[in-house]
């Protein structure tokens, strides 16, 4: 199965400063269909994860424009700028190349 | 509006059985892939289990094959989780997730609330 790998796994950020969370594969995420399956997740506390990103950087309905994705083949970066309060939680990447479907290890984003 | 909400999780011996169903309203149910994930408590998630719209194709992790079944019934705009021979790890919380913006069975746009199984004698 994929591998996915974040880093850091835990960042204190300063309200309106930028964040980034990094997340490598163990294989290149690009399809046949030229569409590389890299998917961004913010799982804020006691709740159920939600989408943010899909296929490396369009955002998903809702999702404020201060959330960016970018990178290819195996190597991918969200971005937070401007962050505020609500951007706590726990941020995931998740591969949807192959079966199973798998997710980085997360990364714990705190308001310092 | 989305709106996906599992029930049937608690607490099990070693060896047991549970079925958890997940409710799914506001959204064509049958024109669209669900899977479970679940997250061990404090841990990381885990897709469990995908079935396609029409539940005709059926996907698992090597972990639960032959112990776990996944099913749906559209009439009734509801997902199943059949667990069999549950172990103390599959101590988690079940979300169900629907697929949508890539297609396939990714867990993506809509996550329920999720239930807790705990396997515990």
């Known amino acids: 199965e994929i591998v996915m790998t974040q880093t850091p796994l835990s960042l204190s950020v300063t309200p309106g400063q930028s964040a980034s969370v990094s997340c490598k594969s163990s294989e290149t995420l690009l399809h046949g269909d030229r569409k590389t399956y890299l998917y961004w997740f913010l799982q804020r506390p006691g709740q159920s994860p939600q989408l943010l990103i899909y296929?490396?950087?369009s955002r998903f309905s809702g999702v404020p424009d201060r959330f960016s994705g970018s990178g290819s083949g195996t190597d991918f970066t969200l971005k937070i700028s401007r962050v505020e309060p609500e951007d706590v939680g726990i941020y995931y990447c998740?591969?949807?190349?192959?079966?199973?479907?798998?997710f980085g290890q997360g990364t714990k984003v705190e308001i310092k | 509006e989305v709106q996906l909400l599992e029930s049937g999780g608690g607490l099990v011996q070693p060896g047991g059985s549970l079925r958890l169903t997940c409710a799914a309203s506001?959204?064509?149910?049958?024109?669209?892939?669900m899977s479970w994930v679940r997250q061990a408590p404090g841990s990381g998630l885990e897709w469990v289990s995908a079935i396609s719209g029409s539940g005709g194709d059926t996907y698992y992790r090597d972990s639960v094959k032959g112990r776990f079944t996944i099913s749906r019934d559209n009439s009734k705009n509801t997902l199943y989780l059949q667990m069999n021979s549950l172990r103390a790890e599959d101590t988690a919380i079940y979300y169900c997730a629907k697929a949508g913006v890539s297609g396939g069975t990714r867990p993506t746009d809509k996550w329920g609330q999720g239930t807790l199984v705990t396997v515990s004698s």
């Open positions: 506001g959204f064509t149910f049958n024109s669209e892939a």
């Open positions: 998740m591969q949807g190349i192959h079966l199973p479907w798998t």
């Open positions: 296929e490396v950087s």
